[in-house]
């Protein structure tokens, strides 16, 4: 009988961690949200991303941990794994993301900077030879 209580215990415990994998990976995409501008349709597309994510981490720990077996305290561990994350960490998992994103977009923009001057002075040459052809 312990046996069956300890697999119990041990389901529950990897559902609780799955909630709290879950609310992070949403931080994940809430943190790009909050520093790269985004239009409605990569909104969406990265909604419909963390569902497929979150469903498909969800059902491989019921189905691994579980043998495909439903149980109501599955999701209740899910549930208060993410409400405890919530209320605890999320703030400082936030903030670590947003601040990672914004130092990569600096990354970027130094290592683009050289290609954009590049660009620009292709174009500025194009539009004088061009006024030049034209004119004549």
């Known amino acids: 009988m312990s046996v069956n209580v300890n697999r119990e215990v041990c389901v529950f415990l990897i559902s609780f961690l799955c909630g709290i994998i879950c609310s992070v990976i949403f931080d994940l995409f809430r943190a790009s949200r909050s520093v790269y501008r985004q239009s409605a349709v990569i909104i969406g597309i990265s909604d419909l991303f963390f569902w497929l994510v979150s469903c498909t981490l969800c059902y491989a720990c019921i189905f691994i941990f579980n043998n495909g077996k439903l149980r109501l305290y599955e999701f209740a561990a899910v549930i208060l794994g993410s409400f405890i994350y919530f209320l605890t960490l999320s703030t400082v998992v936030k903030y670590i993301f947003v601040n990672f994103f914004k130092i990569i977009r600096f990354i970027f923009k130094?290592?683009?900077?050289?290609?954009?001057?590049?660009?620009?002075?292709?174009?500025?040459?194009f539009l004088k030879i061009k006024t030049a052809i034209c004119v004549k």
């Open 110 to 125: 130094i290592l683009l900077t050289p290609a954009r001057f590049l660009y620009k002075m292709l174009i500025a040459v």
